[in-house]
């Protein structure tokens, strides 16, 4: 059996709990034994919690994460104990050392898998395999202990078509004649930079056609992002909303172009969605998801504002049929089949690698 265990599932909708649902539902649907663990399943406190956050700000730490990690990560050494699994996929650091701690000579230990985009150093003891979603990390860690695979996002077998866009404006309020600029982040200050990104936009003066699509969810630092944003208003249209995974084809649906504008990312399943639904996509020419991607996007240079509206109109021009191959594309290279047996076959070999050890 695999487990797939994180506490922001049916708690919160980032990047995260969507990667691991969606994998989840991939192993399913080939008859592979699986369980999918979250806040429903096993108690943890939320780290959002206003009591949380009071007493972080008190001590000026991040208690919230640690605590809600830590109450999980113990619940969940329980559940492992219960049920034998043999792999462990989770995505949080944090989880696997306090599992690690108590059950690391523990007979019927699973093969403890930590899928991750961020920088991976050395020793990282307490997993058996490293998934790694970016793929330049990956190339500089292959000697590292422990082993480390690559394995990227994936766009999902029963993957939501596309609807016209004038539906899909319709559904989320916007008007027909719009050009909509896709922004798919999070609502906060700092890693996919949105206030830097709309400051920048506000700049290079817009026509009043345009409409900057921001999809994502609330934070800790969203009343801050907006009240800055709010200053914007007078120079540039945006309008913010929050969907459900489900829900997301209507975003791509009615969006003229995609922006991402985070300098460190992981992967960029914004990226690859908005390339499988036909979308331009644009991105700093300093960003890892450039080795991903490669000739897929349009890079812009940060520090010139000009380029960024030049290439922002001369994405509404690149014929359908440009598109459309670049959507094959992606779906050929990141289809759930070839991750899943990425997957299966860095257990498998793990898995004999161990044997031999154990013998």
């Not at 690690?100 to 003891?125: A, D, S």
């Not at 994502?216 to 929050?242: P, Q």
């Not at 399943?269 to 000739?295: G, H, K």
Request: aromatic share 10%; proline share 4%; glycine share 4%.
């Amino acid at each position: 059996m695999i487990i797939l265990a994180s506490p922001g599932i049916g708690r919160r909708n980032r990047g995260f709990e969507s990667a691991l649902q969606l994998l989840f539902e991939e192993l399913q649907l080939r008859d592979i034994e699986c369980k999918l663990l979250g806040s429903r399943d096993i108690y943890s406190p939320n780290m959002d919690s206003k009591f949380l956050k009071y007493i972080s700000s008190i001590f000026k730490l991040n208690l919230g994460y640690k605590v809600e990690m830590g109450i999980f990560a113990l619940g969940l050494t329980i559940q492992l104990i219960i049920t034998r699994p043999r792999t462990l996929i989770i995505m949080d650091p944090a989880i696997a050392k306090t599992i690690h701690f108590f059950i690391k000579n523990y007979k019927h230990k699973p093969i403890t898998i930590l899928w991750n985009g961020g920088p991976i150093k050395p020793p990282y003891y307490y997993v058996d395999l490293v998934a790694q979603t970016n793929i330049l990390l990956f190339q500089e860690s292959k000697s590292f202990e422990p082993s480390q695979f690559y394995l990227p996002h994936f766009i999902p077998t029963n993957f939501h078509p596309k609807c016209s866009a004038e539906i899909a404006r319709k559904l989320l309020g916007i008007n027909e004649d719009k050009i909509v600029i896709l922004c798919v982040s999070a609502v906060n200050e700092t890693h996919k930079q949105v206030l830097t990104l709309f400051t920048q936009l506000s700049n290079i003066n817009l026509s009043d056609r345009y409409l900057i699509l921001l999809v994502g969810n609330l934070g800790s630092e969203s009343h801050s992002v907006f009240e800055n944003l709010k200053l914007l208003k007078d120079r540039l249209a945006w309008k913010h909303i929050t969907l459900q995974s489900n829900e997301m084809y209507l975003a791509y649906s009615a969006a003229d172009v995609s922006i991402l504008w985070s300098k460190k990312e992981g992967f960029g399943m914004c990226i690859l969605e908005s390339i499988c639904y036909e979308i331009p996509v644009i991105v700093r020419a300093e960003s890892d998801v450039n080795a991903t991607f490669q000739e897929l996007l349009i890079t812009v240079s940060e520090s010139d504002s000009s380029d960024l509206k030049q290439k922002i109109e001369q994405s509404l021009h690149i014929s359908p049929v440009e598109l459309k191959a670049k959507s094959v594309t992606v779906q050929n290279k990141f289809s759930a089949t070839s991750v899943i047996e990425a997957l299966i076959t860095s257990i498998e070999d793990y898995s004999k690698k161990r044997k031999i050890y154990e013998n």
